[in-house]
């Protein structure tokens, strides 16, 4: 089944000069290039290609894929600039097209953007967008309090910074909670941390409550081990100090200090820990 802008897995019909034809259904038969054609192919054979448009805008099949395929958001650099839009570098030859219709503000060449990758429906074209939101799923989600989630950073804000939530939702890491640089496009794995009466989603990078004690536990016993057996950290500590020596807020690593110290492991002083 030919699916546009995504995987397909195709079947394989003839070969030719210009490479391996695969049987497109409705939209006939798919060029595969001989650069992509492995010396194992045959006829009927499947194989599974990204389907998009070349520089004729003809159907062509690549087993490359793209950064981001349709329907997915990333964060993308601009190429070049033209009179009717901006091309972003998706990791085929033929660029990502995104109009001016669909920029949330005027994109330049060499600057990253967040977008969305969708199929034209005037056109059947593979476009991209930066008005991402109106992707966003706007239903109450079905997420949970301490969910594990994965995160693309969109936007900062003077709260923190906005994140897409598993592709589909929005949320906000506050700046306050964050304790290692971001950037716009980063993906990370994230939590939620609260879902407000109004379905807005807070999120945090660390899990929530006594969950994430013993990760933490483990780095900073990893740390002691890597020190000799002393770390100049005390739960009197300054929190930017612990955040800048481990990356971690005060109350994780309050909360990991312990739990070591009630298994025996470490011994807290004024100034300082150390194994026991």
Do not use: C
């Amino acid at each position: 089944m030919v699916r546009i802008g995504k995987k397909s897995v195709l079947e394989v019909v003839k070969f030719t000069e210009q490479g391996a034809y695969l049987d497109g259904g409705p939209y006939g038969e798919i060029l595969l290039p001989r650069r992509y054609v492995s010396d194992s192919l045959s006829e009927e054979d499947e194989i599974e290609v990204f389907i998009s448009f070349d520089s004729e805008d003809r159907l062509v099949a690549t087993t490359d894929f793209p950064t981001i395929m349709v329907d997915e958001f990333g964060a993308l650099n601009v190429i070049d600039v033209n009179r009717f839009g901006a091309f972003l570098d998706w990791g085929l030859p033929k660029d990502l097209f995104v109009p001016f219709a669909e920029q949330a503000v005027r994109m330049e060449k060499g600057q990253k953007y967040v977008v969305r990758a969708f199929v034209d429906p005037k056109s059947g074209r593979i476009l991209a967008s930066s008005k991402f939101n109106k992707f966003l799923s706007k239903e109450e989600s079905d997420l949970q309090i301490g969910d594990k989630v994965e995160l693309l950073i969109t936007t900062a804000t003077d709260l923190g910074f906005k994140a897409i939530i598993n592709n589909t939702y929005s949320g906000l890491l506050f700046h306050n909670e964050l304790f290692k640089p971001i950037e716009i496009g980063d993906r990370m794995p994230g939590y939620v941390k609260n879902i407000r009466p109004d379905g807005k989603i807070d999120l945090s990078l660390e899990k929530q409550g006594y969950q994430r004690i013993d990760p933490v536990a483990d780095s900073i016993m990893e740390k002691l081990k890597q020190s000799g057996g002393v770390l100049n950290l005390s739960d009197k500590s300054d929190p930017e100090q612990i955040k800048h020596e481990l990356g971690i807020s005060k109350k994780a690593f309050k909360q990991a200090i312990g739990a070591l110290y009630k298994k025996k492991l470490i011994v807290i002083e004024a100034e300082t820990i150390r194994l026991a």
